[in-house]
């Protein structure tokens, strides 16, 4: 009895792991499209689970369980008689004892460390007398502190049914595809029979040898009607209800719960889904290594609501799908489109021409890299953005005391280095050559410039001003590098946008360009409550200034040029009555195409081009669509719709002086 008293009573009972869920929004309500979890594992209180689970689990575990204390006497007495004849350390647990037996197990699973875990578990599953000894006294604690129907709740939402299914709730959906609540006596004795030998009873494979669909999952049937046989034996059900359940035969359902974004790729966001992911990962607020937040997402039964439309999401998806296929042969093709709102970061929708393969094993056609997004958030290496990129010498140049009516020479094609400055450091190099799309150009106004995207006015423009305000004005708009890999250089064809960016990014920028130059960075997650509702902490989408208000509605005003009749997108522009702003984005021999767009509601990146590797997209044809205009038709249908949701108004427009002349009523 010393030994027994001197031992620790104190169990530390934490909540058992539990499943997250990710909702996205359809018609103003969220919706489950995926989840995560170590231990397929759903909580539900004492009513969730039907009396026939209670019974079937009481009569073959621990029949005298609301009579006994929190040991069963009887049980322990055989296996102590067992022990002592020099058999095998032998259980007789009661409920309770077994219960505290998973709530240790469960608190060597949720040790991060692989070593720290393995070594706890050995612990508290040695065939030890002073473990079996530890475990009473735990036993006799946890009674004090919880009623049975507690303890048998709370037992039954911990336990193991094979597999990675944990809990009588996900047991009940995997298994037969209902709540635990719902279950009929046939199926709670099976779920009861599982309890004796989690992995050789389950029935989840039907082409098991030994327990499958062949032999009408033999093993288990036979436990099943053990269980049966128990439940009779102990007044828990009558003569003709264990004969007629003896004669159902076990008849699987397997709900498949996979954990992971593969779910979400059915409705169109596999990818939004791993941004999600990645951006729990990196916030500090779900633990301080990136180990903990991995443990936070797969075992802290999260609810993570989402700012993603699924509606919207469709149809984005099929604009894409309908011009650019998964595959072309003799090229690596690319396409996305993502939108985001301005003044708060919410990514509306994120969508590319791939299927979205969590293993990126599954052929070419399919993929984990977000085209979206950075290679830290599951993104690529980021793409040259070619003219979108001017938005952002606009800006500088409107910022420097230019006007937009002023008149620039655009009639040279090479530039030599000595021609420019910037405050970053040293401009060498050979001289610069500069083509434009649709040939030469003489002298002609900003505004002209911009609608029609004459490379040779920018460059002159570059020369007048401050490579380095340039990359500094499109870092105050949250430009920044796709990747490491790839750092922003500040060289002269930087106006031209040989940079590598991400979709994301440059939407992020054009947004706040349509918010009269306040920057909101971007955010996928609306918030997140723990398994019982309680909010958690998120690190939230933050609002600067990122360029004065003035500048910005200057270079809204010019934006909008490039959407009108004569300007290089006017085709993408619904005409809807919807303002809105754009800047086309070709790289040379249009290996790379843009269309950046925003309204005041809402703003959107457009790309296709070569994931790797240079394939002339002007020589591609898409549904008869030229490779170069084809992000026209694709942005045309996604506008069309995000318009329809979200409206917008007119921009606020800009001083004379910023014009420098009248300004004129664009629409």
Known sequence: MSIFNGLPDYLKIQPPAQASTLYAQRGGQQVAIASFFAQDRTDVGWSGTTEALKSAVIATEDPRFFEEGPIDIL???????????????????????????????????????????????????????????????????????????????????????????????????????????????????????????????????????????????????ARRNYVLDRMYANHRITRQQRDAAKLTPIQPRIALARSGCTAAAAVDAGFFCEYVKDELLNDPAFGKTSVDRLSTIDRGGLQIYTTLKLGLQQQAQQAVDAYIPATRPGMHLGASNISVEPGTGHIETMVENKTFDESNQAGPGATAVNYNTDAAYGGSQGFQTGSAFKAFTIAAWLEAGHTLSEVVDASHHTFPMAAFHSSCGPVSGPPWPVSNDEGSASRLTVLAATAQSVNTAFAMMGTKLDLCSILHTAESLGVHAASSANPLTSVPSMILGVNYLSPLTMATAYAAIADGGTVCTPVAIVRV????????????????????????????????????????????????????LGKTGTTDHAVQNWLVTSTTKIATATWVGNVSGSVRLRGEDFHGVNGGDVKFRIAHRILTALDQRFGGTAFTPPTRAMVGGPVRVIG
Do not use: W
């Open 75 to 221: 049980g322990t007495a055989r296996a102590a008689a067992a022990n002592a004849a020099g058999h095998r350390l032998e259980g007789g647990s009661s409920i309770t004892q077994q219960y505290v037996k998973n709530v240790l197990v469960q608190q060597c699973d949720a040790l991060t460390d692989a070593h720290a875990s393995a070594a706890c578990y050995q612990k508290v599953t040695a065939t030890t007398l002073q473990r079996k000894v530890q475990e009473l006294r735990y036993a006799g604690e946890v009674s004090k502190v919880y009623t049975k129907d507690q303890i048998l709740t709370a037992y039954l939402n911990l336990v193991g049914f094979g597999g990675d299914v944990y809990g009588a709730q996900a047991a009940a959906g995997h298994y037969f595809g209902v709540s635990a609540s719902a279950l009929t006596l046939p199926q709670a004795a099976t779920l009861a029979a599982i309890l004796n030998s989690p992995s050789a009873l389950r029935i989840d494979r039907p082409g098991d040898a030994v327990n499958g669909a062949a032999n009408h999952y033999a093993r288990t049937l």
């Open 529 to 580: 409550t723990g398994p019982h509702g309680t909010p958690r902490p998120t690190s939230a989408s933050t609002c600067t200034r990122g360029i004065p208000g003035d500048i910005a509605s200057g270079v809204a005003y010019d934006l909008q040029g490039v959407l009108q009749p004569g300007g290089t997108a006017a085709s993408a522009n619904p005409h809807d009555g919807v303002p809105i």
